[in-house]
């Protein structure tokens, strides 16, 4: 759960930045040798920004953190880099729906998807007003910059942010915050259908989901500390995963709980939606993001009451979907620094970002935790891993963040299967392996998550040296570390391209792959 209040505008376009030292009392800690830069966009945004989302043609979607219904796109610069992109506002989704802290994912189409919201209509107080918790869902088009509105699962009355993720099927599950029900979302449909969850210790409130590269889903329990387990899709069982070894989560703020409804009956975009009943949400706490490492750990990480040490964990899978993971205690966050809800990315060289609300910036390199810089008058910060291996840091304001190292080239995807002629406007496959990444690559918990385990596809001209994306879309995968196995997506070439001799790449979670030629008419 976040409390939120409306940000500032925009206050600076130079953003301090201060080099710290911390030490973990789980692990070492070390200053970095050099200094790890922010760059404040040259364009700032017309409004500030949190959430944002990589579409499938090298954009992105960000949304205002002062109305809710307003989107913009950042464009990349015809280096392909974001510093110098420029914004065009999207349009905004029908009269009644402006979600905020709610559950959204990039569909196997290209399309994005909008579940929920914990917040809805800019209306953040608490206890939660009628319109909060909503039920309502929609899913934006890029392609045609238009909103369509989703009637809710059968029978459920609020949704407000719940764990959620796209399985490698394509197909979107969440689980219910106030309950332990899961539903799943057809994306050609848009139909509901129930999804068991046998064996759940607790209910979904709070909790993130992780992928794992065989389909399964970890999440670390707020309202059972301290256990976690993980969910195997095909045996729809959840099991367990016993007890961290360090506590990951905080207790509750608020054990007399908020209350919420009754919701009225309200038409959005010709869908009725409610009415639902009144009743009390009891908070069950916060934990941080988890994410999946390259080298099939994941790096899970924890949140504390103010003043105490939030500790970290690694879980590494058990070698069958009913066996148990194993976890081991990872490095801890300097005292008054904790990562509940707060965002995390996987950088292109393995590393993990994470934006403390201190202002604070840690990365995880696989032993240690470390603050890289900090930055002051920022906010909220909300972590965008992006194409060109830079990662986008929204907040007061947007920045981007240059992580140092780089990938190992066993990371990559690797094109096994691509035209050599292109035509403007016109759409072709490609094929190859690990199109979808290693991880989802971005995460908070049970909102704001931005995956980005898809492929996208570059185009460089040869002469000019200037970068076009090409939508990608219909994926034929949506997992995770899908190792050899040969996937391929579609891709539309734009019809501003720059013609002539040129190299593609498929790129995914900030990695590219080896170059191929292709000549564009």
């Known amino acids: 759960m976040r409390i ?15 080099l710290l030292a911390a030490c973990g009392a789980g692990g070492s800690s070390s200053t970095p040798a050099t200094p790890v830069p922010f760059t404040a966009l040259a364009n700032q945004p017309p409004q500030a920004g949190d959430l944002s989302l990589l579409l499938t043609d090298g954009r992105v979607m960000m949304q205002s953190i002062n109305d809710a219904g307003v989107f913009y796109a950042l464009t990349p610069d015809s280096s392909g880099a974001y510093v110098n992109g420029t914004w065009r506002k999207l349009a905004n989704p029908p009269a009644g729906y402006a979600p905020n802290t709610g559950s959204q994912v990039v569909l196997a189409d290209g399309r994005v998807l909008f579940v929920g919201g914990e917040y809805n209509q800019n209306q953040y107080g608490l206890p939660f007003a009628p319109s909060g918790l909503t039920n309502m869902s929609a899913v934006y088009d890029p392609l045609t910059d238009s909103w369509t509105m989703i009637p809710p699962p059968p029978g459920v009355a609020y949704i407000g942010d719940v764990p959620s993720v796209v399985l490698p099927d394509g197909n979107f599950v969440f689980g219910d915050k106030l309950g332990r029900d899961m539903w799943r979302l057809n994306p050609v449909s848009l139909t509901w259908t129930p999804v068991p969850a046998t064996g759940k210790a607790d209910n979904f409130a709070e909790e993130g989901w992780t992928l794992l590269p065989d389909g399964d889903l970890l999440t670390i329990d707020v309202g059972n500390p301290r256990h976690a387990e993980h969910y195997d899709p095909l045996a729809a069982q959840w099991y367990s995963d016993g007890n961290t070894p360090v506590g990951l989560t905080s207790p509750t703020d608020n054990p007399a709980g908020w209350t919420y409804g009754p919701a009225p009956v309200e038409v959005v975009g010709g869908i009725s939606y409610g009415p639902g009943p009144a009743g009390t949400y009891f908070p069950p706490g916060e934990v941080g993001p988890a994410l999946l490492l390259p080298d099939g750990r994941v790096f899970a990480t924890g949140s504390a009451v103010g003043g105490g040490v939030a500790h970290t964990a690694i879980y590494t899978p058990g070698l069958t979907p009913a066996d148990p993971g194993i976890f081991t205690a990872g490095p801890d966050f300097a005292n008054g620094d904790n990562a509940g809800d707060a965002s995390a990315a996987l950088l292109p060289s393995g590393h993990v970002l994470i934006a403390t609300a201190s202002g ?3 990365e995880y ?16 910060a909300v972590i965008l891993p992006l194409p060109n291996g830079q990662a986008l840091v929204t907040g007061n304001i ?10 190992s080239p066993a990371w990559a995807p690797t094109i096994t299967a691509a035209p050599a002629t292109v035509t403007r406007g016109s ?3 490609i094929a190859g ?38 939508r990608t879309h219909d994926h034929s995968s949506m997992g995770v570390a899908t190792g050899g196995a040969i996937v391929s997506t579609q891709f539309s070439v734009d019809l501003g391209t720059e013609t002539g001799a040129s190299s593609l790449v498929v790129v995914a979670n900030g990695i590219p792959s080896v170059p191929v030629s292709v000549t564009v008419n």
Request: avoid cysteine; aromatic fraction near 12%; charged fraction near 5%.
């Open 365 to 380: 390199d696989g032993a240690t935790l470390s603050v890289t810089a900090a930055v002051s008058n920022l906010g909220a």
């Open 427 to 429: 759409t072709y496959t």
């Open 398 to 407: 947007t920045q981007v963040y240059s992580g140092g190292g780089s990938a």
């Open 4 to 18: 939120l209040a409306p940000f500032a505008e925009v206050i600076a376009s130079t953003v301090p930045v201060m």
């Open 433 to 470: 392996t690990q199109f979808n990444g290693l991880s989802q690559a971005a995460a908070i918990g049970d909102e704001f998550n931005a995956a980005t385990n898809y492929p996208l596809v570059r185009i460089t001209n040869t002469a000019s040296g200037h970068v076009f994306y090409a």
């Open 360 to 362: 604070r910036f840690y």
